[in-house]
């Protein structure tokens, strides 16, 4: 077997692991996000937590597992490459508490300044959403803490290939919330959205500990050593800091969206429902595209590192033509199906039928950034994989206006129109020129990259997820979704619609012999990736 072929079935391999562990995880955070609607609905106090929960989270995003985690890993593969095995864990140990003592730091600020957070991140808020949310920030605030130092193990043994075990550590984060939103459980919190909290700080700090073990085993000791001047330390800060602002480009579109969908003209349960929208698109992307994302960092860093940018681009290219086999379809399903989806999936407690219209509204258009908020997670790391955090960040600081105009429009002259489903809007459509830029700076940078066929196989793809619409959207008009009354009816016919598309989708791509199919057909069957398609990464 050559050695690109070995490289596509590794990361078809590694990413099947991931998303197997990663369905577990968003099943059990689907159950998470129930039972918030459930117990507190779209409700103001719903907004609260949500508000207060997307502080500490963004941190999470921007600070650990994204600037810090493509930051490390290129220099960590360097050191793995160059170093002895003495002088690499002596750096890892280094940046680990250092960069532990930097989150303290960030913690303690957090809890302090907790009002001026709130305030910031709903600058044209209701008063009320606001007191309530600074309450919850500063039970959850120390969350950064811990899920920081497990995103730096997560990065650690994903140099290593180990894949498996931080993949999983989200459950344990889902399975502390469920717990907490127990009546056995909150009745003894001032409130259930209280409890919820106190469930995602036991949730993060069991994320790092489990990992511990497996960093024990490959060679670290956690000897205790800050060190800000540390030359390895001093690499990983100057990737991390313009990192801060490229890897997380969506993560402050978030926020951006968080801070319009505050806004007073707003109804109750905006912020919520732009979260549930949000949670759903993310079981898309958790599937699959992260996973993909997770896995070809640290091979395409080891590739840039060995100065094979041609291994690098195919790596890359195969990755997106594999991720949009996934998203479009799913963009196209949940644009259909979106009511369908919110009422099966929440409808339950104080979640009532206006809260799933504000849900599908914003659902709607998140759906349809689907496959450039996947092909953002491809597209980033590639640059990083070179140690170039510089471009990203450019590209970022535009796309944000871009996101921050649109919001502005789509609030003051066309509110009437989208509502709440606005800032979803902007972010998609944001997401979309943050791909294309940055696709166009990479291709000019680095020469051909097999562009003409990524499109060819964008397009039979397409086509066949456009067959499988037309079939969704016969499928909810004959069943007369919206006249079932009762749970279980409207379950079984809501399978039955998501079945039978998905067989549509496959039997058209196997028609159209789209390589995609073949080749996650072949690793899933353990087939040689060689013989698995036509252009592959040596296309």
Same mark, same amino acid.
């Given at each position: 077997?050559?050695?690109?072929?070995?490289?596509?079935?590794?990361?078809?391999? !590694?990413?099947?692991?991931?998303?197997?562990?990663?369905?577990?995880?968003?099943?059990?955070?689907?159950?998470?996000?129930?039972?918030?609607?459930? @117990? @507190?609905?779209?409700?103001?106090?719903?907004?609260?937590?949500?508000?207060?929960?997307?502080?500490?989270?963004? @941190?999470?995003?921007?600070?650990?597992?994204?600037?810090?985690?493509?930051?490390?890993?290129?220099?960590?593969?360097?050191?793995?490459?160059?170093?002895?095995?003495?002088?690499?864990?002596?750096?890892?140990?280094?940046?680990?508490?250092?960069? !532990?003592?930097?989150?303290?730091?960030?913690?303690?600020?957090?809890?302090? +300044?907790?009002?001026?957070?709130?305030?910031?991140?709903?600058?044209?808020?209701?008063?009320?959403?606001?007191?309530?949310?600074?309450?919850?920030?500063?039970?959850?605030?120390?969350? &950064?803490?811990?899920?920081?130092?497990?995103?730096?193990?997560?990065?650690?043994?994903?140099?290593?290939?180990?894949?498996?075990?931080?993949?999983?550590?989200?459950?344990?984060?889902?399975?502390?919330?469920?717990?907490?939103?127990?009546?056995?459980?909150?009745?003894?919190?001032?409130?259930?959205?209280?409890?919820?909290?106190?469930?995602?700080?036991?949730?993060?700090?069991?994320?790092?500990?489990?990992?511990?073990?497996?960093?024990?085993?490959?060679?670290?000791?956690?000897?205790?050593?800050?060190?800000?001047?540390?030359?390895?330390?001093?690499?990983?800060?100057?990737?991390?800091?313009?990192?801060?602002?490229?890897?997380?480009?969506?993560?402050?579109?978030?926020?951006?969206?968080?801070?319009?969908?505050? *806004?007073?003209?707003?109804?109750?349960?905006?912020?919520? !429902?732009?979260?549930?929208?949000?949670?759903?698109?993310?079981?898309?992307?958790?599937?699959?595209?992260?996973? %993909?994302?997770?896995?070809?960092?640290?091979?395409?860093?080891?590739? *840039?590192?060995?100065?094979?940018?041609?291994?690098?681009?195919?790596?890359?290219?195969?990755?997106?033509?594999?991720?949009?086999?996934?998203?479009?379809?799913?963009?196209?399903?949940?644009?259909?199906?979106?009511?369908?989806?919110?009422?099966?999936?929440?409808?339950?407690?104080?979640?009532?039928?206006?809260?799933?219209?504000?849900?599908?509204?914003?659902?709607?258009?998140?759906?349809?950034?689907?496959?450039?908020?996947?092909?953002?997670?491809? &597209?980033?790391?590639?640059?990083?994989?070179?140690?170039?955090?510089?471009?990203? =960040?450019?590209?970022?600081?535009?796309?944000?206006?871009?996101? %921050?105009?649109?919001?502005? %429009?789509?609030? +003051?002259?066309?509110?009437?129109?989208?509502?709440?489903?606005?800032?979803?809007?902007?972010?998609?459509?944001?997401?979309?020129?943050? =791909?294309?830029?940055?696709?166009?700076?990479?291709?000019? /940078?680095?020469? /051909?990259?097999?562009?003409?066929?990524?499109?060819?196989?964008?397009?039979?793809?397409?086509?066949?997820?456009?067959?499988?619409?037309?079939?969704?959207? !016969?499928?909810?008009?004959?069943?007369?979704?919206?006249?079932?009354?009762?749970?279980?009816?409207?379950?079984?016919?809501?399978?039955?619609?998501? &079945?039978?598309?998905?067989?549509?989708?496959?039997?058209?791509?196997?028609?159209?012999?789209?390589?995609?199919?073949?080749?996650?057909?072949?690793?899933?069957?353990?087939?040689?990736?060689?013989?698995?398609?036509?252009?592959?990464?040596?296309?």
């Amino acid at each position: 077997m050559t050695e690109i072929a070995i490289h596509k079935r590794q990361i078809l391999k !590694s990413a099947s692991v991931i998303s197997i562990i990663t369905v577990v995880s968003r099943i059990l955070g689907y159950v998470r996000d129930q039972r918030l609607t459930l @117990l @507190l609905g779209t409700t103001g106090i719903a907004d609260s937590f949500v508000l207060a929960y997307r502080i500490p989270n963004i @941190l999470r995003r921007l600070v650990g597992e994204g600037s810090m985690t493509a930051s490390f890993i290129p220099v960590f593969t360097d050191y793995m490459r160059n170093r002895t095995r003495e002088e690499t864990w002596t750096f890892a140990n280094r940046l680990f508490w250092t960069f !532990s003592v930097v989150l303290a730091g960030l913690t303690v600020l957090g809890v302090i +300044f907790s009002p001026l957070a709130v305030r910031l991140f709903s600058m044209f808020g209701k008063h009320q959403v606001q007191v309530e949310a600074v309450y919850l920030n500063r039970l959850m605030f120390p969350y &950064i803490l811990f899920i920081g130092m497990a995103a730096m193990a997560m990065a650690i043994l994903n140099c290593f290939h180990i894949f498996g075990m931080p993949a999983a550590t989200p459950i344990l984060l889902n399975i502390s919330f469920i717990v907490f939103s127990t009546a056995a459980v909150w009745r003894h919190f001032s409130s259930p959205a209280a409890a919820l909290a106190v469930g995602v700080l036991i949730g993060g700090i069991f994320q790092f500990f489990l990992q511990v073990p497996q960093l024990v085993h490959r060679g670290m000791d956690f000897q205790f050593g800050v060190s800000f001047t540390d030359p390895g330390v001093r690499r990983v800060a100057r990737l991390m800091v313009p990192g801060f602002v490229g890897i997380g480009v969506a993560q402050i579109n978030l926020l951006v969206d968080t801070i319009f969908a505050n *806004a007073k003209v707003m109804p109750d349960g905006s912020l919520v !429902s732009l979260y549930v929208a949000d949670r759903v698109t993310e079981l898309v992307l958790g599937g699959y595209a992260i996973a %993909i994302a997770t896995t070809i960092l640290p091979m395409m860093s080891h590739q *840039a590192s060995a100065g094979d940018h041609e291994g690098m681009k195919k790596t890359f290219t195969f990755a997106l033509r594999i991720v949009s086999f996934i998203t479009i379809p799913a963009m196209v399903g949940l644009v259909i199906l979106r009511e369908p989806i919110v009422q099966v999936l929440f409808q339950h407690g104080l979640f009532v039928a206006e809260s799933t219209r504000l849900t599908a509204r914003a659902l709607l258009y998140y759906s349809i950034g689907l496959p450039a908020f996947a092909a953002v997670k491809l &597209i980033v790391p590639a640059f990083y994989s070179t140690q170039d955090t510089r471009t990203p =960040v450019r590209v970022a600081v535009f796309t944000l206006l871009v996101n %921050i105009l649109l919001n502005v %429009i789509f609030l +003051f002259y066309f509110f009437a129109k989208f509502k709440n489903g606005g800032p979803a809007l902007a972010s998609a459509l944001a997401g979309y020129f943050n =791909v294309a830029v940055l696709f166009v700076i990479f291709r000019l /940078r680095f020469g /051909r990259m097999g562009t003409r066929d990524v499109l060819l196989s964008i397009g039979k793809i397409a086509l066949c997820a456009a067959i499988m619409g037309v079939v969704c959207w !016969s499928a909810l008009q004959y069943s007369r979704f919206d006249m079932i009354q009762y749970f279980l009816p409207r379950l079984a016919v809501f399978a039955g619609m998501i &079945i039978s598309a998905t067989l549509t989708y496959l039997g058209l791509a196997w028609l159209l012999r789209c390589d995609e199919l073949s080749e996650v057909y072949g690793i899933a069957f353990h087939r040689e990736a060689a013989q698995a398609g036509k252009t592959g990464l040596t296309g």
